[in-house]
């Protein structure tokens, strides 16, 4: 059985930091623990074949990547 990963992300907003960097830094945390990335993939079913696919295909696309900034600073 899967373990659920359960994160609370608290943060107190005090008059020395102000609402919009407590927000900046609720929106850091949340890009750190993953939140935004969980929903994004929890938000629409894909068939494992199809993900491994998507996954080739981005692999592939950065060894193309990675190999032209390669060329571009071979020649200097």
Excluded: H, Q, W
């Excluded at 900046?24 to 929903?39: I, N, P, Q, S, T």
């Excluded at 993939?41 to 990675?66: V, Y």
């Amino acid at each position: 059985m899967a373990k659920d990963k359960n994160y609370s992300i608290f943060i107190s907003i005090d008059d020395k930091l102000g609402a919009e960097r407590s927000l900046r830094k609720f929106k850091r945390l949340c890009e750190a623990f993953g939140v935004v990335r969980e929903y994004r993939k929890r938000k629409e079913f894909k068939k494992p074949s199809i993900r491994r696919i998507e996954k080739l295909e981005a692999a592939e696309k950065r060894r193309n990547k990675s190999a032209s900034k390669m060329r571009r600073t071979s020649k200097i």
